[in-house]
């Protein structure tokens, strides 16, 4: 008995322990792509740039901005990030038949991505024509530029929510299909406590440890403390809401035995995964100071 006990830890552990790993290497990949996808387009207009975890410095050597660089290269990121979403949605699909801790990672780079997404259209209702407001990024300054009235911004902001709301709802299922047993999702206070395993509990420590691994060096950082708690918030807290959206919707869900992926390989902790969480902390923790991208 209490050697079953023990493997039923165990086994618990280790899926939260892979589904964490999963979702903070997808955290990190989509934060970077938004960024680094903005300069890379920056350097087609000839702009150096310095890339950071938290945003974007352009040098314009000489060059001056204009509608269409400006609507072009900051429009940039959050179009990557969707399409990188949308892919990852596209691969998960194509390939869930593979019991892969892999549909793991592109189940949370979908959710990620498109949380990322939807986040710009909030913080552009926020810094829209602010010009030295920390949300003044991303399309808060295509809005700006374009002159995009307050009213478009606000209607664009509802049909965010009503996404925010669909994906919550449609979010969940993909979760429970994880489970290698049917006795773990056949009624809803064990669908509840598999979700909270596999990705409520996964999404906090997750967040929790990205925030570790990003603190700044000096204390006189302080000014980037900030500006980094106003943009990760806004991206953390769309995820927490679309989670505790699928979270309420579990009372609405059947799960047949047939829609079981069955995932053991959630069952033992994959090293590997593991490994490139640590190794992708690192990397935000030494670039901080940014990662200079030169034509």
């Not at 189940?107 to 997404?117: A, C, D, M, P, Q």
């Not at 990003?214 to 204390?219: G, M, N, S, W, Y």
Request: charged fraction near 10%; hydrophobic fraction near 55%; charge should be positive.
């Amino acid at each position: 008995m209490e050697r079953k006990q023990s493997e039923e830890w165990q086994s618990r552990a280790a899926r939260t322990l892979n589904s964490t790993a999963c979702f903070s290497l997808a955290y990190v990949l989509i934060t970077y792509l938004l960024w680094f996808a903005t300069g890379f387009i920056g350097k087609l207009y000839k702009l150096d740039s310095f890339v950071y975890y938290y945003g974007i410095k352009f040098l314009l050597n000489g060059h001056a901005w204009n509608k269409a660089k400006v609507t072009v290269v900051y429009s940039s990121g959050p179009v990557f990030v969707l399409l990188a979403a949308l892919l990852a949605l596209y691969l998960y699909v194509r390939g869930r038949h593979i019991r892969s801790i892999l549909n793991v990672f592109l189940l949370w780079v979908f959710i990620i991505g498109i949380s990322v997404f939807m986040s710009q259209f909030i913080m552009a209702a926020m810094g829209i024509r602010h010009y030295t407001s920390i949300y003044y990024q991303g399309l808060a300054v295509c809005f700006t530029w374009l002159k995009v009235p307050m009213f478009v911004v606000y209607v664009l902001n509802a049909i965010v929510l009503l996404l925010i709301i669909y994906a919550g709802v449609n979010c969940a299922r993909p979760f429970l299909q994880f489970s290698f047993s049917y006795s773990k999702v056949n009624n809803l206070v064990r669908r509840r406590k598999y979700f909270f395993e596999t990705a409520l509990v996964p999404f906090i420590v997750g967040s929790l440890a990205t925030v570790i691994a990003i603190f700044p060096k000096e204390l006189s950082a302080k000014n980037i403390l900030v500006l980094l708690g106003a943009t990760h918030i806004v991206y953390l807290a769309v995820i927490g809401v679309i989670l505790g959206i699928a979270w309420l919707s579990m009372a609405y869900i059947e799960m047949g035995k047939q829609e079981l992926g069955r995932y053991k390989t959630l069952q033992t902790p994959n090293v590997v995964a593991i490994v490139v969480m640590i190794v992708s902390w690192v990397i935000v923790y030494i670039t901080f100071r940014g990662i200079y991208l030169s034509n």
